[in-house]
């Protein structure tokens, strides 16, 4: 396909799981951005690769929080021990170069922590 | 946190109005750019603006950049229905970290 994708669409974990959502960036974008988005707001920055390498991960609320793109196509953004306030959509984008550039997002990650 | 603030939070008009809605933002920046976000299609790219740049068009969309007030504009002319969505403004800081406003929301009724 043409687009970012992501799986699961949809991820329902009990507290304290551990969760892994994965993101598929268009082919030959170099840059690609995660986020979180709460019902209701703007996206939220979370962490930036360029390739494989992590740049940024200022906006990874917590330690529980970790991503990686090991061969600078697919990412994966893991969430450890899961708390009710992780539950939020998350979103993908990726772009040619850095945020000079319009970023193509993915459909999101809805994910729900009971 | 996030850096923009869109105004109005939520506009609602009769198709074939236009609609305007304005972003505010904290620092200098070096590109501007208003994405739309709705259940069918997601968060999709409209425009992007730079920071040496006054105004842009494409095709029904009009924005607007103010860099010694911070703030930017967007304006859709001859609204449709399918124009219902938010819309966020997104501002980067010169860093890694692009930051999304709060959002308007949107409803073009037919």
């Known amino acids: 396909g043409a687009g970012v994708s992501q799986s699961p669409r949809y991820k329902v974990a009990k507290r304290g799981q551990d969760v892994a959502l994965r993101c598929d960036p268009i082919?030959?974008?170099?840059?690609l951005f995660w986020y979180q988005q709460a019902l209701g707001q703007g996206p939220e920055f979370l962490t930036y690769f360029q390739n494989e390498a992590q740049l940024d991960k200022s906006g990874l609320p917590s330690d529980r929080f970790f991503a990686e793109r090991p061969e600078g196509s697919v990412s994966t953004l893991k969430i450890q021990r899961t708390q009710q306030e992780d539950s939020a959509v998350y979103l993908c984008a990726s772009s040619l170069v850095g945020h000079y550039n319009e970023q193509f997002f993915g459909p999101g990650t809805r994910l729900t922590v009971l | 946190s996030q850096q923009g603030e869109e105004d109005p939070q939520a506009l609602s008009i009769q198709e074939g109005e236009n609609a305007t809605m304005n972003c505010s933002y904290k620092?200098?920046?070096?590109?501007l750019q208003w994405y739309r976000q709705n259940s069918g299609r997601g968060l999709v790219h409209l425009i992007l603006?730079?920071?040496?740049?006054r105004e842009k068009h494409s095709g029904r969309l009009r924005v607007t950049l103010d860099t010694s007030k911070k703030s930017s504009s967007l304006l859709i002319t001859a609204s449709r229905a399918a124009d219902t969505a938010s819309y966020f403004c997104?501002?980067?800081?010169?860093?890694?970290?692009?930051?999304f406003g709060t959002g308007t929301s949107l409803t073009v009724i037919p």
């Open positions: 603006i730079r920071s040496n740049e």
């Open positions: 620092t200098s920046i070096n590109n």
């Open positions: 082919s030959g974008h170099v840059s």
């Open positions: 997104a501002t980067d800081e010169g860093s890694n970290q692009f930051y």
